[in-house]
Structure formats: C-alpha cells, structure tokens
C-alpha cells in the first residue's frame, strides 16, 4: 500500500510530500506512545 502511495505523491511535487512526511511522522509518534505505554504496563 505504502509503495503505491509513494509514487503517486511523487507527482504532486513539494506539498505532497510535505503532506506525506506529516502522516508518516503522525503515525510515528502515535505508534511509539502506545508501544511505550504497554511497555510501561508490562514492567509493573
């Protein structure tokens, strides 16, 4: 999916990929506070 979706917002020049970089940071963020907060819960 990721691949596809790649190429696709290479033709859409600068703000595409500034569009492209928020998302993939977003689900970043997102995915390591919740792996941290289970991590939190496994230690106690």
Request: hydrophobic letters at 50%; aromatic letters at 20%; glycine letters at 14%.
């Given at each position: ?7 696709g917002m ?5 703000l595409g ?11 970043v963020?997102?995915s390591?506070k ?7 819960r496994v230690?106690k």
């Open positions: 999916m990721m691949g596809g979706y790649g190429f290479m033709n859409c020049g600068l990929w500034i569009i492209y970089l928020l998302i993939i940071g977003i689900v963020y997102y390591t919740l792996a941290l907060k289970h991590y939190d230690q």
